[in-house]
């Protein structure tokens, strides 16, 4: 049977991820339909709290064992399956905690398992500390490289053979980075002919199957201007633009390098390309999010199963005061469904 649930995970529990979750499914049940939050009962139980305040009709937050009983619980109330035990006590808000980081591993783990097995559908990821991740003695800085070690472990392949990239994507612009979460000077150093070839092949690959045609790509410089000819660096003449020559040889549709300051607003509105290749974290990340954090979607392109996640943080300064926005939390639940409906790796439409 093919799987029709959603795996959301819960995300930090000292951040905004638990009330998100509370307020996406009061807000928009019938989206929310299918969908179930892997995560820890007392934590989202503290959420609901939260999010209902005094006087409104609270929501009931059901405990289901397997998925497929997401799919019955009854109207007003959140179904949730518990990773591990109970908590025994509620972290605060908005501090970095080992146990913190511990519960919203857990909760990823679970979910993609259950993703690469075919039990669900699609994971949605609710945002995680990344200190809180460390603190727990997690090796993997965020989601995206957790879900790339469980997949390759589960398809028995080296990590170096599941390449994943991270796309953020909303209505108006899409970027995937070259580098991920690494430091300035080592996203400088990892910008080499194979990761830009290969950003740009798994960038093509994943939109194709998405769109339904080849992607128009473009492809950001490094330097000020794209070097400026060579005279403000060498990146674009020595690496840049010959792995963009030999993604064209191989058939991409795809240009570059183009100057940073302006690719983004070439490609806004999808109006000269489908995608922006960018250069390392904040040059791609930047351009999404300031067009509105409600807006944008993280793609993971790559993986063997669906992943999206909102495109914003665990917001420690505004957790458990009711204020956070679960736009962007129910714009990645939708894209994930669109995905699903593909081949189950396919990234954005
Ligand atoms: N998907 C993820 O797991 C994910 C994504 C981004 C950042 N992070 C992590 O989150 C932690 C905090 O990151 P940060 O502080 O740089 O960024 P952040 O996105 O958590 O917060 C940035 C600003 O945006 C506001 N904000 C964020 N989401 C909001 C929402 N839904 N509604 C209203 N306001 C919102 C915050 O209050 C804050 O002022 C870090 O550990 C970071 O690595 C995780
Ligand atoms: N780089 C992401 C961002 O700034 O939005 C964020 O850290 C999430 O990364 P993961 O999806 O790998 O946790």
């Known amino acids: 049977m093919t799987a029709r649930t959603l795996a959301l995970t819960m995300g930090d529990p000292a951040g905004i991820g638990p009330e998100i979750l509370v307020r996406a499914f009061m807000r928009e049940p019938r989206r929310l339909a299918g969908c179930f939050v892997v995560g820890d009962l007392p934590h989202l139980r503290r959420a609901t709290r939260v999010v209902c305040g005094a006087g409104a009709l609270p929501w009931t937050v059901a405990l289901i064992d397997r998925p497929a009983e997401a799919l019955e619980v009854p109207p007003r109330c959140l179904p949730l399956l518990q990773v591990g035990e109970p908590a025994s006590q509620l972290l605060p808000w908005g501090q970095v905690h080992a146990a913190g980081g511990r519960m919203a591993a857990d909760a990823v783990t679970w979910a993609a398992r259950a993703a690469l097995r075919g039990d669900v559908a699609a994971v949605v990821t609710a945002p995680l500390h990344k200190e809180s991740l460390a603190a727990a003695g997690v090796p993997h800085p965020g989601h995206t490289e957790l879900l790339q070690a ?22 108006e612009l899409r970027t995937v980075l070259v580098s991920i979460h690494v430091s300035l000077r080592q996203a400088i150093d990892a910008v080499t002919l194979e990761n830009v070839r290969q950003t740009i092949r798994i960038t093509h690959d994943a939109l194709s199957r998405a769109l339904g045609r080849p992607p128009r790509l473009a492809v950001a410089g490094l330097n000020p201007h794209a070097g400026e000819g060579g005279l403000f660096g060498r990146e674009e003449l020595e690496v840049i633009g010959p792995a963009v020559a030999a993604s064209r040889t191989e058939g991409l549709d795809v240009q570059g390098p183009f100057a940073p300051d302006t690719v983004f607003m070439r490609a806004r509105g999808l109006k000269e390309f489908d995608a922006v290749v960018a250069m390392y974290h904040d040059q791609g990340l930047i351009p999404v999010k300031y067009l509105g954090l409600d807006k944008g979607v993280n793609v993971t392109l790559g993986l063997p199963l669906v992943r999206t996640s909102p495109d914003h943080g665990t917001a420690f300064d505004i957790a458990g005061q009711g204020l956070a926005d679960p736009a962007s939390l129910l714009e990645a639940v939708r894209v994930a469904r669109q995905l699903a409906q593909f081949d189950g790796r396919g990234p954005i439409a």
């Open 150 to 171: 469980e997949a390759a472990a589960y398809l028995e392949r080296p990590l170096a053979q599941v390449p994943v990239r991270m796309m953020l994507a909303s209505d």
